[in-house]
């Protein structure tokens, strides 16, 4: 198997551009949102066009996995890659909400495929501390897409509702980088048998469920706050920038993951980054003030930050080599299981500060599992 010495830098850059894409998938069309509803017969359901997709992962996920037990790694992610574009710049033709929320669900299914296959990639490629290293690098990428590409839609977005779509052919630049700059690479490498069925550890169980935390507490801060700070009397555009802001927290919470993991241990660098979330929902629900939203935000993004590349690696290191291309498409599936559920929890929150409170309880439930639960784990695999 080809190690992360020998693997090329636009190799990485590569891989690196395709992780983009998972945020890429529901943000890019966010900005014209309304018009883009309108034009496409879904002008009730605007918010479907955004979430959807998370849904697709979620219920073709199982599949990806066979997918990419049997494609091989690298023609996997070629194919999603195809998928993507074609689903995503597809939509622009489409009309009704039967049609065109069917097409959003498997412009998911690709997103699953990407995800999957971009990470896996990333674990053949690379070992030992570059692996975690490129994960770290790959939880920036998602936010810095999220950033770029929501910018550049809301350019192309006062053009026209349509030219949105546009950006979704950025896959099929993507697919011609991995064709020429990606080597392939064999999941067999390690001797395991390819689909040796083995049932999923607790500890896997354990950062799926922390995927899906994560995701939850993050997006329901998302979906709130544009209301929370429209209280405060800040604009549209004032609002994108904060939430701008809490994506490039992210990143340098990312980009410090990997310290911090080797120092304090993953499993702890989890229950912080729950606690980080915690802080935020705190924050937002006690003290509503831009000074207080900022250190809001800056806890947010820490959250974000230290916990999602941190699943990428764990679900990495705690799979065998054949299975870690269906398990990695569990944590796809955890992931954006979490973002589609945070859409919910409006229904149980009558204001935005009941969403906080609601989300701060959440928040509390997983800093109390992920610590109980990896106490449970260590002592039962210290008394064998």
Known sequence: MMKSRSTSKLAGFTLLSVACLTIMVGCVIVPGLPSIASALGLPTSASWLVTTPSLGVVLFGPMVGRLIERAGLRRALCIGLFLYGLLGVIGVFLRGPYVVLGDRLLLGG??????SAG????SALYEGSARLGMI??????IELGGVIFLSIGGVLAASGWQFPFLLY????????????FVPDVDLQSDGDAQGQSAPVSAGLKLVFFSASASMILFFTGIIALPLMLGSLELSEAQTGYFLSFISLVAVVAASQMPRVARSIGENQTLVFAFVCYVVAHAIF???PSILSAVCGGIAMGCGFGFS????????VEQSPVAQRGRHLAYLSMSIFLGQFLS???DIVASNTQHVFV???ILGCFAVATVSITHHRLRARAGSR
Do not use: D, E, R, Y
């Open 136 to 141: 770290a690098k790959q939880g920036m990428s």
């Open 119 to 122: 990470t896996g990639m990333i």
């Open 110 to 115: 690709a997103t699953a495929i990407v995800m």
């Open 169 to 180: 052919l950025v896959a099929w630049v993507m697919l011609a980088m991995v064709w020429m």
């Open 308 to 315: 999602v590349p941190l699943v990428n690696h764990m679900t």
């Open 343 to 345: 859409s919910f929890i």
């Open 285 to 287: 629900a006690l003290s």
């Open 358 to 360: 609601t989300a701060f």
